[in-house]
């Protein structure tokens, strides 16, 4: 049933959008504001109504179970508006809304009540229609607020399950030693996102008694989207062990792969070798890779060949095996292009040899871990804020 009659009740007075759940609390010092403050916001729909008579006792009652909004005053007894807005946002720290009313016009006053922490400014004497809808402005701005908050900490939390999942891809320290040790190698890994995910992924695999093979891939992006494509390689990777001996075989066939799954502006650099310590040899194949360097015992260090096609381009890159002598000392530094490429600045990108000057020093460093001397000596400090995903592997053959 429908007319235009003047409700009789309080609860047929209600307009549509009002907000039954929000509290208000009204503070000013005479009792006939609070009054008519309180009659135009329930009148509106507005029923969680709180009073203070001054900021004293507001402060009070901020404290103890904070609104969801204060309408204020500014000339009050004990404490005034301005200093109740500064206490509520510097002590408090609450970022509820602050409606303040004022009949001042001068723009000096109401600069300072913004300054003060103030969301708005209302006229007074009260304007109905002005504070209903300013009152629900602000009620819903802060609801869209934290509804955004409270989406941002689920993101945050589902970014950290995830990143715990893509962490637990990389094999620990001892796994890896159980690996290579018996082969007769020690091993160094580093491994640092950019953003809470990355794309960056390394591996290490038993071969047969005396190799294993050590893998890098570098995926495009950052992210979400290349760790997803990360978790595709791991995926991928786990059911290649038949190629583990064959470096070209197994990059073409993680080539084939992800050419299949990968969106056309995707793709890939890696590094796949084959490391036989006691026979002092290393088989690999690349596919864009940076040039790994290989430290030489007795000093100096050699370049080796990263070229080649990068990964999920052609279905049919092929990638030729190269071999190096490795010798007992010798050390393998393959690594990902963050270490040297600056993207503020290209000037001050490091070429090869001027990063294997700056790893044989991080080597040869006894005061400080490799990781720590090596960012040191690239970056300035250890705890550097890294514009891609960081890699790199360093494996040592040890004396037969």
């Not at 969680?48 to 008579?53: F, H, K, S, T, V």
């Not at 200093?83 to 009313?101: F, G, H």
């Not at 720590?372 to 690239?378: F, G, R, T």
Request: glycine residues 8%; contains cysteine.
């Amino acid at each position: 049933m429908s007319g235009h009659g003047i409700p009789c009740s309080g609860a047929e007075t209600k307009t549509a959008g009002a907000d039954e759940r929000s509290r208000i609390l009204i503070v000013d010092d005479l009792q006939s504001s609070r009054t008519l403050i309180g009659s135009v916001l329930s009148a509106a729909g507005f029923l969680r109504l709180d009073y203070a008579a001054d900021g004293i006792e507001a402060i009070d009652r901020l404290y103890a179970d904070p609104p969801d909004m204060v309408i204020l005053d500014i000339v009050m007894p004990r404490m005034d508006g301005f200093e109740v807005c500064r206490k509520v946002r510097e002590e408090l720290r609450l970022d509820i809304p602050i409606l303040i009313q004022t009949g001042v016009q001068e723009a000096e006053y109401r600069v300072m009540a913004f300054d003060a922490g103030a969301s708005d400014i209302v006229s007074k004497p009260v304007n109905a229609g002005e504070l209903v809808s300013r009152v629900r402005l602000h009620l819903e701005r802060r609801r869209l607020m934290d509804s955004l908050q409270r989406y941002r900490r689920r993101m945050e939390e589902e970014l950290l399950a995830a990143r715990a999942m893509q962490q637990s891809l990389l094999m620990a320290d001892d796994d890896v030693g159980a690996i290579v040790i018996p082969r007769g190698a020690t091993m160094q890994t580093y491994h640092k996102t950019s953003n809470v995910l990355g794309g960056d992924l390394w591996q290490v695999f038993p071969v047969d008694e005396h190799r294993f093979g050590i893998f890098m891939i570098d995926l495009s992006g950052h992210g979400v989207s290349a760790a997803i494509n990360a978790f595709r390689v791991h995926m991928l990777a786990g059911g290649m062990m038949t190629l583990r001996a064959d470096p070209a075989g197994w990059l073409e066939a993680l080539n084939l792969s992800l050419f299949q799954i990968l969106p056309v502006e995707h793709f890939a650099t890696a590094f796949y070798g084959v490391v036989e310590p006691r026979q002092g040899r290393l088989d690999y194949a690349a596919a864009g890779s940076p040039p790994p360097i290989l430290l030489r015992d007795g000093g100096g260090w050699e370049a080796l060949d990263g070229g080649g096609l990068i990964l999920g381009c052609s279905q049919s890159a092929r990638y030729p095996v190269r071999r190096a002598e490795i010798g007992s000392g010798d050390r393998l530094f393959v690594y990902s292009d963050a270490l040297y490429e600056n993207f503020d600045d290209p000037d001050r990108t490091f070429d090869t040899a001027e990063l294997a000057e700056r790893v044989e020093l991080a080597v040869t460093d006894r005061a400080l871990p490799f990781s720590d001397a090596l960012l040191n000596a690239l970056f300035g400090t250890s705890d550097c804020q890294l514009r891609d995903d960081l890699t790199w592997m360093l494996v040592e053959v040890n004396a037969p």
